[in-house]
């Protein structure tokens, strides 16, 4: 990071074949290897991945990995403005999910409103808001400013340039999509987050405060995860 | 509130409505699929469809011969979804006959119509009012057990089994948690062979499905909840035959990550504690696990929710009450609990969630009332707003707090003393007139506990006011808390209390003889308790009182009522009336029949000669009349069986009666009193002094003073030289009290020198009991109690600990 704010000659310096010695000390087990991997593809969605990759490595994935192709098109179905068919596939996957999480189903359905009126379908969005989610109003008050501030999107009529745009935007489907994502981990006992982008983060970490002391060959290309040789000193 | 729908909103759910009775089964099948994803997370929904009568059909559909699988696995996730709404759902389901065809499911071949089946009972069984006893029926518990060993994916090939997917068996061991309510369900549970297969899902091979391993240990837990027998089969079982106990894997889950598997480790671990089963080896690791890990719940707002349903629940209201089981009867624990500063924690809680909740919420409601008020243009009063998914919560969060704060100061002073400290007892006072009726029980409870301390009695219960509120209790709509009050009340009136006489102005008498009438056992004792200790060193007008209000019919029946234990407490009652000048004991004389009172005695010394609490009671009676007048001593001397009972008693082994028969001998024979040498013959003529010089080496030296004290009225021991050093006996007054610290320490006893023996119903009398709330087992403990006057100072010594019971 500085090195220019202190001598050089304070760090210690390693030499790559050094450094490819120390590491070669540090023994990590295949098979953590593998269940990192396959934690990656399990939480992330890579169906086919996980089944080629459980066949190479013996390793079971833990799981039905019918579930997570389900998973997959529940929320390729919300990222695709579907959230009347999301709902009946998450359904079908496990009907507790939505039945014990009143938010959660909230967001679905603001969401399937946001739909209505991002297609003009404005008699339907107020039927639809009467209908579903103003009882839901009344059972949890939480729910009421959000539930405002969907309805006050009828009032713009361009809704992308008002205040409430971010409603209307992709990103809220990638939001609600989320949530639900997350909610059938919950209930399936999986993490909602990989393990390996954390274990990523946590070397970017180590890294940096290494170099506050030494000198030593760094991963900085994450994509090929090479050494880069030491700087030379001086 | 379902909201009035749009015709076009209304009229496709009619025509789902209408599917249900298409012939077309992929038509049928459409329908149940339409309302199956409108119901799901939606309670209007759920309510209008029931109200439209899709129950019962639905129901049919599960066992009629033209339907398929699939048609049947959507009928069942449709009931089950009904069930997530809330007990009124459920009894509609019930009504509709749901139970058993669902529990017809469990066998089915196909494992999605069993998982959808069972997913469904597990919902409506949520409900205490679900009839839970339908699983007991044919062999359906059996088919719940062959769902509990879940099928590895590695074995899945062996396809002639039904293969088990690791969420059914959680979906099974959750049925078991929730119908394992009497002790017949639990045996009959564990007697099927469950006990194993729970305790294997516990194995670190599980680890992968930790909601499989919480259903188990809810199982266990409800299993165990007092029932030693199978608490000990838990212990004793091995986990995949490996001659490992599940205890140290329930001791490990105590410590797991997710804080929904240490409330139901702890709580699995509490109820085998409570029930005397957890080996010794174990209990240290127990303090020191369980311990700090209940106390650091008591902030974990994590939810339960796919345990309890729709019925949303969290860790902090479960921790609390596990909290509570543990430490209530045991002194130890309950130190240990203080060590760890769980009163501080408990303080923060409750003090922080009243300043939470009551002070803006109080606000916010009376902002709405005046609202709705206004709206309503002042004619309706405003209906109490309730915010139905938090409201709930709170309460049973402050519910569970206040019963935790009861359990830990139940026993040791120096809880108490926190308790107070902690300056808790403003809102222990506010919740006594909660809206909700286990809070106000609980808070009670807690009362209850601090009211067994003479310093609170005289100081903090005093100033906080605590007698009007608790007089309100004792006519609460609630047995459970009129239980609670009553036996609170046992305290409030003894005599060294200064709230005695706000109990008496404001009508505590009238109420109490009320209870004393009531249906119920236990409010019958109670009642009868507090009576008796107000009575307790009463004076004549308290005393004439009290029996205007029970009048001598009533004290007479319940001398003879059915309950042992309230015979003893109102021959007690008899004999504080007894107690005092001679004007006393010709009231009782006066009132019940000189004939009477000597029959009663006569009877419950030879009838119920085998019950020692009642023989006790009776001797004192004898005792008190004896220190009356020279009419009061031969009304006793003529009744020569009396005599002779006494006789027997003196040989008995308990040395509390013998020292009431030596009582009796020493009043009848004192030597200033008229016409005493002709009873001293009499005696001496039925051989009482042979048999007193016999006892004159007894084992206890209380029994061996008295006897000499005796044995100087016979004149056959010169008094004073008797026993060098014996202080009490050289005044040879008799004021005897029983040995009984309360008796001493209330004192007033001394300096009625003449007075005859004292009250030592006052000695029992400070005595309460501890905790009957609810279950079965606390009575049958209740009943060992005895000489329990230590309660009132704190020490509650022979109150019998849940671990050595067994």
């Known amino acids: ?234 | 509130m379902v909201q009035p729908l749009s015709p076009t909103a209304v009229s496709k759910h009619e025509a789902a409505v209408a599917g249900l009775d298409a012939l077309d089964l992929q038509e049928r099948t459409r329908a149940v699929r339409f309302i199956k994803n409108n119901v799901i997370g939606n309670r209007t929904k759920k309510e209008m469809y029931l109200s439209m009568g899709v129950a019962a059909r639905l129901v049919e559909f599960l066992f009629a011969e033209d339907c398929d699988v699939d048609l049947r696995v959507q009928v069942a996730v449709v009931l089950g979804s009904f069930a997530y709404g809330n007990d009124h759902n459920i009894k509609v389901l019930v009504d509709a006959g749901a139970i058993t065809p669902l529990l017809g499911t469990l066998d089915a071949p196909e494992m999605k119509l069993v998982e959808a089946g069972a997913r469904a009972l597990k919902a409506i069984f949520q409900s205490a009012e679900a009839p839970h006893e339908d699983v007991f029926q044919a062999s359906y518990v059996e088919s719940l057990i062959r769902l509990l060993t879940p099928t590895t994916e590695t074995v899945g090939t062996c396809s002639s089994d039904r293969a088990v997917p690791v969420r059914v068996t959680e979906v099974a061991a959750g049925i078991l948690a929730k119908v394992a309510v009497t002790h017949d369900n639990q045996m009959q549970i564990a007697r099927s062979g469950a006990i194993p297969l729970l305790a294997n899902v516990l194995d670190a091979r599980w680890n992968a499905s930790p909601k499989v391993q919480e259903a188990a240990l809810d199982a266990l837990a409800n299993l165990c909840r007092d029932n030693p027998t199978i608490s000990q089969k838990v212990v004793c079982c091995q986990i995949y035959d490996s001659a490992i106990s599940p205890i140290p894997t329930i001791i490990k889950l105590v410590r797991d990550r997710r804080p929904v598997m240490r409330l139901l480790a702890a709580t699995c671990l509490t109820n085998i504690y409570r029930a005397g089963a957890l080996p010794t080896v174990y209990h240290q690791d127990t303090i020191l696990t369980l311990m700090p890990t209940l106390i650091k719940l008591f902030t974990e707002t994590a939810p339960i929710s796919t345990l309890y349903g729709s019925g949303w629940a969290t860790v902090q209201e479960k921790a609390p009450k596990v909290f509570a089981d543990l430490v209530e009867s045991s002194e130890e624990l309950q130190k240990a609990a203080l060590e760890a500063d769980a009163v501080t924690k408990l303080a923060a809680v409750v003090i922080g969630e009243s300043a939470a909740t009551t002070v803006p919420e109080s606000n916010e409601l009376k902002a709405k009332s005046r609202k709705d008020a206004k709206r309503r243009g002042n004619k309706a009063p405003p209906a109490p707003a309730i915010r139905v998914s938090s409201c709930g919560h709170a309460e049973r969060v402050t519910e569970g707090f206040l019963r935790a704060i009861a359990a830990i100061c139940s026993l040791r002073e120096e809880c108490r003393k926190q308790v107070i400290d902690a300056k808790l007892l403003p809102h222990i006072v506010n919740a006594m007139s909660h809206p909700n009726r286990r809070i106000r029980s609980a808070a009670c409870e807690c009362t209850r506990s601090l009211s067994r301390s003479v310093k609170n009695l005289r100081t903090s219960l005093v100033d906080a006011g605590v007698a009007i509120p608790l007089f309100k209790l004792l006519s609460d709509e609630s047995d459970d808390v009129q239980l609670t009050a009553s036996a609170t009340l046992c305290n409030i009136v003894l005599d060294f209390s200064p709230m005695k006489k706000t109990v008496l102005e404001n009508g505590g008498v009238e109420r109490l003889v009320d209870l004393a009438k009531s249906m119920d056992d236990r409010l019958r004792l109670n009642a009868v308790w507090a009576l008796k200790n107000l009575l307790f060193q009463a004076d004549s007008d308290t005393k004439t009182r009290v029996m205007q209000e029970l009048q001598w019919d009533g004290l007479l029946s319940l001398i003879d009522d059915a309950e042992t234990g309230i015979q003893e407490q109102a021959l007690n009652l008899l004999r504080n009336l007894a107690c005092g000048k001679e004007v006393d004991i010709e009231q009782v004389f006066e009132g019940l029949g000189e004939e009477r009172v000597l029959d009663i005695l006569e009877a419950k010394l030879t009838k119920s000669a085998s019950h020692d609490d009642i023989v006790l009671q009776a001797l004192y009676v004898i005792v008190n009349v004896a220190t009356g007048n020279q009419r009061h001593k031969s009304a006793i001397m003529n009744r020569e069986s009396i005599l002779l009972s006494v006789w027997g008693f003196m040989s008995h082994s308990k040395s509390s009666i013998r020292v009431a028969t030596i009582w009796c001998i020493i009043n009848l024979t004192w030597t200033d009193d008229v016409g005493s040498q002709e009873r001293v013959a009499r005696l001496r003529a039925l051989g009482f002094e042979p048999r007193l010089q016999n006892m004159m080496e007894d084992l206890n030296m209380d029994v061996k003073d008295r006897v000499k004290t005796a044995l100087t009225n016979f004149g056959s021991l010169i008094p004073g030289s008797a026993s060098p050093g014996s202080q009490d006996n050289a005044p040879a007054v008799p004021m005897e009290i029983a040995g009984s610290a309360a008796g001493s320490t209330v004192g007033s006893a001394v300096g009625i020198a003449n007075a005859g023996p004292g009250p030592t119903g006052g000695g029992n009398g400070n005595r309460s009991r501890r905790g009957m709330r609810g279950a079965e087992r606390d009575r049958e403990r209740l009943g060992d109690f005895t000489g329990a006057s230590s309660v009132v100072f704190g020490s509650l010594s022979d109150a019998t600990a849940p671990n050595q019971d067994a």
Request: charged share 25%.
């Open chain 1, 1 to 234: 990071m500085t090195s220019s704010t202190q001598p050089a000659s304070t760090k210690k310096t390693f030499s790559a074949e050094e450094w490819d010695k120390k590491l070669a000390e540090v023994s990590v087990s295949k098979q953590d290897l593998n269940k990192l991997v396959m934690n990656y593809l399990v939480i992330e969605g890579y169906k086919d991945a996980a089944e080629k990759f459980s066949q190479e490595s013996g390793l079971q994935p833990g799981i039905d990995l019918s579930s997570i192709q389900d998973r997959m098109s529940i929320r390729n179905a919300i990222q695709a403005g579907d959230i009347e068919s999301a709902i009946e596939r998450v359904n079908d996957l496990d009907p507790e999910i939505l039945d014990t999480n009143p938010k959660l189903y909230f967001h679905l359905q603001q969401q399937r409103l946001i739909e209505f009126i991002k297609t003009g379908k404005i008699a339907e969005a107020i039927e639809f808001a009467q209908e579903e989610l103003a009882p839901r109003g009344e059972e949890n008050p939480e729910f009421l400013e959000e539930l405002e501030k969907t309805m006050a999107l009828l009032a713009f009529e361009e809704t992308t340039a008002s205040p409430l745009a971010y409603l209307v935007d992709y990103a809220q489907r990638q939001k609600t999509a989320s949530e639900l994502n997350s909610a059938i981990l919950t209930a399936q006992c999986q993490e909602k987050d990989p393990k390996l982008p954390s274990l990523l983060k946590m070397l970017v970490w180590a890294q940096n405060q290494l170099d506050e002391k030494a000198l030593f060959p760094k991963i900085n290309n994450f994509v090929t995860g090479e050494l880069d040789p030491v700087p030379t000193s001086g």
